[in-house]
């Protein structure tokens, strides 16, 4: 499989321009996305990163992924399980919609329908590529990941961040007879709408796990090393 067959949730992105890095003002402004993937891709996040490990080994690597219960503060709606990777880069990535039309950043139009699209918990495909890093002055050596294009697959409900928690506090107190162009007579009664939508891909799962110690390696069978390759099997 490609880490195209797997249907991620967008979380945080900046897809119709360049934003600068709160935490890091220094570095350029980039296109950026943080993307959650489901468990079944971990061979290919595993794949990408081992195909620029030096000899392909990612031992003592520090690596770009990171399982949400093991975030300083996780993705809400995204279950503990799942694979969250903070992918950027500084020319434009290709964006589509759904249909697979490009959502060309270079034209002014597409900023607005970028931005109406791709929200936090939009159901997402994503290209990535990997590319390995040293800092010479620590000694630290990791691997991380470029944005390299993002499709639009399915609606998926808004997660409860930034706007998206507007968004669902306000949902619970919607009257459809209220929306503009209704024609159905005033003091109608109307019932509410549910207050998720009904395209929520986590509805029928079980509640999340309880998120597992900061140290733990989302790929390991066993205890995790010191270095905490997210991808090792063994201590």
């Known amino acids: 499989m490609a880490i195209t067959d797997h249907v991620a949730i967008l979380a945080h992105s900046s897809l119709d321009a360049p934003r600068?890095?709160?935490?890091?003002p220094q570095k350029p402004a980039s296109f950026y996305a943080q993307i959650a993937f489901p468990p079944s891709a971990a061979g290919e996040l595993q794949a990408l990163a081992?195909?620029?490990?030096?000899?392909?080994?990612?031992?003592?690597?520090?690596?770009?992924?990171?399982?949400?219960?093991?975030?300083?503060?996780?993705?809400?709606?995204?279950p503990a399980d799942?694979?969250?990777?903070?992918?950027?880069?500084?020319?434009a990535p290709y964006v589509?919609?759904?249909?697979?039309?490009?959502l060309d950043q270079s034209n002014p139009a597409s900023h607005g329908t970028i931005k109406t699209q791709f929200y936090a918990g939009k159901k997402v495909r994503a290209a990535l590529s990997a590319f390995a890093w040293t800092y010479a002055a620590t000694g630290r050596r990791g691997i991380s990941f470029n944005l390299q294009g993002i499709m639009a697959a399915d609606e998926g409900e808004?997660?409860?961040?930034?706007?998206g928690a507007i968004v669902n506090a306000f949902q619970q107190y919607a009257d459809p007879?209220?929306?503009?162009?209704?024609?159905?007579?005033?003091?109608?009664n109307?019932?509410?709408a549910p207050q998720a939508p009904a395209g929520n891909p986590f509805a029928t799962q079980q509640a999340q796990a309880a998120a597992p110690a900061a140290?733990?390696?989302?790929?390991?069978?066993?205890?995790?090393?010191?270095?905490a390759n997210p991808f090792a099997t063994t201590a």
């Open 20 to 24: 600068v890095n709160r935490l890091n």
């Open 50 to 78: 081992a195909a620029v490990a030096p000899g392909g080994n990612l031992a003592g690597l520090e690596i770009g992924v990171k399982t949400n219960g093991s975030l300083a503060k996780p993705l809400p709606g995204i």
């Open 82 to 91: 799942w694979f969250v990777v903070r992918s950027s880069t500084q020319f």
């Open 96 to 102: 589509a919609d759904g249909a697979g039309n490009q």
């Open 158 to 163: 808004r997660l409860n961040i930034g706007g």
């Open 177 to 188: 007879s209220k929306a503009a162009g209704s024609t159905q007579a005033p003091g109608a």
């Open 190 to 192: 109307a019932p509410l």
């Open 215 to 227: 140290s733990a390696n989302p790929f390991a069978q066993a205890a995790p090393a010191s270095n």
